[in-house]
């Protein structure tokens, strides 16, 4: 299992760099890899479920036409670039179960959280309502919120303190009026992460939460229908 993750990360990390996208405004957001390096990870979101379901995206069990993905990438691009003016939110473009374009948004500890705490921060909140903002100007996605820690402390700890981190955005989402019923939340405690833990600079980075967004029925069916806006 570590191997395929090294394998997976080694790739996305290429692929990520060669296929850097429009915008990196370090006092912002930024946005990367879309095209070709995108299917990678849908492949590392199929990892995190560990058989629970947590693939990027809700399979729809039918296949959906060219044109209908190409109306698809074009909402979900957009979107990005929207995202990637929040402070502090890094975001991927990849491809969803479906073979459509979907969105990653990371939040990295040092905007999140406090070490080893749940609780926002005042800058996350202020992050957080503008990334409210985008989803409920685009109901029609899915959003999937997972927590992650670094390696210190106990397993037990560190799921709790993934889950707790991952129910804390899924919760201020709720209360900023983000529908709870497009969003699902769960941590992975230090099971996937992005740089080494044998350094503090990398425990930081893989103190985060990401947050998946992926088309849902109603947007694919209205891509189908051409009335996709």
């Known amino acids: 299992m570590k191997k395929l993750l090294s394998l997976v990360l080694s790739a996305l990390l290429v692929m990520g760099v060669t296929g850097c996208g429009t915008l990196n405004n370090t006092s912002k957001g930024a946005i990367f890899g879309t095209g070709g390096g995108a299917a990678v990870g849908a492949g590392l979101g199929a990892l995190f479920g560990k058989g629970k379901g947590a693939a990027v995206g809700a399979a729809i069990g039918a296949v959906v036409g060219g044109t209908a993905g190409t109306l698809i990438g074009k909402k979900m691009d957009k979107q990005a670039e929207e995202l990637a003016r929040i402070n502090g939110a890094q975001v991927d473009t990849m491809t969803d179960v479906n073979g459509l374009r979907a969105i990653k948004v990371t939040f990295d500890q040092g905007i999140l959280f406090a070490t080893g ?35 210190t402390g106990t397993r037990a700890v560190n799921e709790r303190l993934s889950k707790e981190r991952a129910n804390s955005v899924f919760n201020y989402l709720v209360n900023a009026g983000v529908a709870p019923n497009r969003m699902t939340a769960d941590g992975y405690a230090y099971d996937f992460p992005v740089a080494s833990n ?24 209205a891509a189908e229908n051409g009335t996709l806006q």
């Not at 749940?118 to 990334?131: E, R, T």
């Not at 939460?209 to 849902?216: D, T």
Request: proline share 2%.
């Open 117 to 151: 705490k749940s609780n926002l921060s005042a800058n996350a909140k202020n992050s957080l309502n503008q990334f409210a903002i985008s989803l409920q100007n685009n109901p029609q996605t899915n959003v999937q919120i997972a927590g992650h820690t670094d390696n």
């Open 198 to 221: 044998d350094t503090e600079a990398g425990r930081a980075q893989n103190r985060r939460v990401e947050v998946y967004i992926s088309a849902n029925e109603a947007m694919i069916q």
